[in-house]
Every structure is written in C-alpha cells, then in structure tokens.
C-alpha cells in the first residue's frame, strides 16, 4: 500500500476487509500508525452476516486507535460504505451494539 506523503504522522489510517463463505466470515485489518504499518489481524467467525463481521472489525480498529498516543486524525477505509453509515444510524437495527460501542469508543476519541 501507498500512503499518500500528505497524511501527517498524526493520523492512524485502519483498512478494513470482511468475506463470507461457507457461513464462515474472513475479516482483515491493517493499521498504519505515523506512516508505518504496525497491526494485521485476521478475524474468522462462523454464522454471522457481512454487516456485523465489517461492524466488529471496524469497532477493533478503532479500539485499538484510540488507545494510541499522538493521535488525531482516524481513516477508516473499507469497501462497505454502507456498513460503516449504520454506525450513525439512530433507528432500531440488528447491529447496534456494535454500533453503539464504536460511537462510545469515538466519543472518547474526540475528549
């Protein structure tokens, strides 16, 4: 991966990617922390959907960002835009107690 060089050493940059197959979700995460790579977890769960295994992931990497020091900027790319917007949304869904935890884990970030 390219960083671009206008990412400043205070930004933590969290790439995130999930597949399912045969009921069993493959999640990845890489974290770049001041231009260096510093995590790569694998993630495998059975019997869960897409949405919550990119919901659990992006909640760990943003556990593990915010517990970082000198950091103020989180990036957080995935190709599943429409599972990070469920972390905004206030209705009622299945996935909101990943959600709830990652807007709590943000909150602190921001403090």
Known sequence: MVIDPSI?????????????????ATSILHMHIHNCPII???????????TEAELFTIRCG????????????????????????????????PYQIHATSILKE???FFM
């Open 40 to 50: 790569k977890t694998f993630y495998h769960v059975v019997h869960v959907t897409s």
């Open 62 to 93: 943003i556990n593990n960002t915010i517990h970082c020091k000198d950091i103020s900027k989180i990036i957080v790319i995935t190709d599943a835009i429409h599972v990070a917007k469920r972390i905004f949304d206030p209705s009622s869904h």
């Open 8 to 24: 400043t050493p205070l930004n933590t940059i969290v790439i995130i990617d999930t597949n399912v197959k045969n009921d069993v």
């Open 106 to 108: 943000l909150c602190e």
